[in-house]
T-cell receptor
Framework: NAGVTQTPKFQVLKTGQSMTLQCAQDMNHEYMSWYRQDPGMGLRLIHY???????DQGEVPNGYNVSRSTTEDFPLRLLSAAPSQTSVYFC????????????FGPGTRLTVT | GESVGLHLPTLSVQEGDNSIINCAYS??????FIWYKQESGKGPQFIIDIRSNMDKRQGQRVTVLLNKTVKHLSLQIAATQPGDSAVYFCAENRYTGANSKLTFGKGITLSVRP
């Protein structure tokens, strides 16, 4: 099993550009989530999905969109990048919700200039 | 415990000593707690978890203690090694309506002195 994979590892965007961060898992997990991590901060939940076709907002959803068309994939879209979105982004998956261990991907480091 | 601002609190221990990392959680209804370790440049890695119907759980060299009365969680690492140097996060599972989500603390840096 590859676990949770994320692409790209690094990305630089200009303000106003859009892009999609990719996340995939091969563990047949129902629950997937996106977090951002800023210096000196813990992980903050952006969006999550409890299964294919179902998504919901987390703590900091503004400026991001998600969709879940398959169990395996959970892409995160930045609609119009802003410097405040400079961060490290982690995707995670678990069997069911927050009451089970979440497996994290290696992260995507995004810089918006 | 929890940190505010940009700088994570740091715990410095001598190699071979035991480490105790503390965490305060906020929601008395949280039913699941988990400790993660994050090394530089990597994603968080599971260490150990505990459900609210327990007050202690042991793993290999690690023990998690849960005190629901004061909403306190601790991670004990026995015979700390240089490879234990990392940032440690506690997380609690909170229910919001029909769904549950993990909420993370801000993290504590463990530094192991040789």
């Amino acid at each position: 099993n590859a676990g949770v994979t994320q692409t790209p590892k690094f990305q630089v965007l200009k303000t106003g550009q859009s892009m999609t961060l990719q996340c995939a898992q091969d563990m047949n997990h129902e629950y997937m989530s996106w977090y951002r991590q800023d210096p000196g901060m813990g992980l903050r939940l952006i969006h999550y999905s409890v299964g294919a076709g179902i998504t919901d907002q987390g703590e900091v959803p503004n400026g991001y969109n998600v969709s879940r068309s398959t169990t395996e994939d959970f892409p995160l879209r930045l609609l119009s990048a802003a410097p405040s979105q400079t961060s490290v982004y982690f995707c995670a998956s678990s069997l069911q919700g927050g009451s089970y261990e979440q497996y994290f991907g290696p992260g995507t480091r995004l810089t918006v200039t | 415990g929890e940190s505010v601002g940009l700088h994570l609190p740091t715990l410095s221990v001598q190699e071979g000593d035991n480490s105790i990392i503390n965490c305060a959680y906020s929601n008395s209804a949280s039913d699941y707690f988990i400790w993660y370790k994050q090394e530089s440049g990597k994603g968080p890695q599971f260490i150990i978890d505990i459900r609210s119907n327990m007050d202690k759980r042991q793993g290999q060299r690690v023990t998690v203690l849960l005190n629901k009365t004061v909403k306190h969680l601790s991670l004990q690492i026995a015979a700390t090694q240089p490879g234990d140097s990392a940032v440690y996060f506690c997380a609690e599972n909170r229910y919001t309506g029909a769904n549950s989500k993990l909420t993370f603390g801000k993290g504590i840096t463990l530094s192991v002195r040789p």
